[in-house]
């Protein structure tokens, strides 16, 4: 029965289209494409092309020659809120590394795009950096190093050598970190006495380096040390000036 209406329905709809000059494919059967649907356009920025699918876009890159980029690859940190994207891309082709940190001055964090230093951390290299440039405004007589030595030495105003341990507070490579700082810092004692320094972002870490008896230095004093050093006084003057001061206003 249900077959016999289903034939009467499909002839009488036939005959309905037929006078309406209409081909039952069109309706009865959906309709075959004879070519593929057309590909959405691409979307076009000025550092990147992709299409817009369902799928993640990957990252192209214009060629060098097709952008003018001025930017030094030989500088560890660049300020990354002004940079283009094209930019940013240039500098991660180049191993820099997009990070947030607090510098010198009071106020938010900001993103800098720091040069990877293999073994150092990105945050360890950003601040080893920073005090390395502000150091080399005064002096040329300024080093880094990675092993062995001091983050940083240079010499003073009045030819005294300064050495400067960057901190973080990290974890590191062997059994025991009280034991490798111990060892650490008793060879630097050795050689520089009280002319060497550790320098910590944030104030949180200064219990875990006052055992060592080196003077502590923070975002909040590390400019006016700099510029001490540089004043034509002796180092002694400046350790006891330091010590004296208080530097929690510095905690993040």
Request: net charge positive; hydrophobic share 35%; aromatic share 10%.
């Amino acid at each position: 029965m249900l077959s016999r209406l289903r034939k009467l329905f499909k002839k009488n709809i036939a005959e309905q289209l037929k006078q309406l000059e209409i081909k039952p494919s069109v309706i009865l059967e959906p309709p075959k494409s004879e070519t593929s649907p057309q590909a959405p356009e691409p979307v076009i920025t000025n550092s990147v092309q992709s299409i817009r699918t369902n799928t993640q876009p990957e990252r192209k890159m214009i060629p060098l020659e097709n952008v003018d980029i001025t930017l030094d690859i030989n500088e560890v940190i660049h300020y990354a809120k002004h940079l283009t994207l094209a930019e940013k891309y240039f500098l991660e082709s180049y191993g820099f590394v997009l990070g947030s940190f607090h510098d010198f001055e009071k106020g938010r964090q900001q993103d800098y795009y720091v040069k990877k230093n293999h073994p150092e951390s990105i945050m360890h290299t950003f601040y080893v950096e920073m005090i390395y440039q502000e150091i080399l405004a005064h002096t040329d007589k300024v080093k880094k190093y990675r092993t062995c030595k001091p983050d940083i030495v240079f010499t003073n105003s009045v030819r005294q050598e300064i050495a400067i341990e960057v901190e973080l507070g990290h974890k590191v490579h062997c059994k025991s970190r009280k034991e490798y700082h111990n060892q650490k810092f008793a060879e630097q004692i050795k050689k520089y006495g009280n002319r060497c320094y550790i320098f910590i972002p944030r104030v949180i870490l200064k219990n875990s380096y006052k055992r060592h008896g080196l003077t502590i230095l923070t975002r909040k004093n590390i400019m006016n040390f700099i510029q001490l050093q540089f004043s034509g006084v002796l180092n002694s003057y400046i350790e006891q000036r330091l010590d004296s001061a208080d530097s929690t206003d510095d905690e993040i």
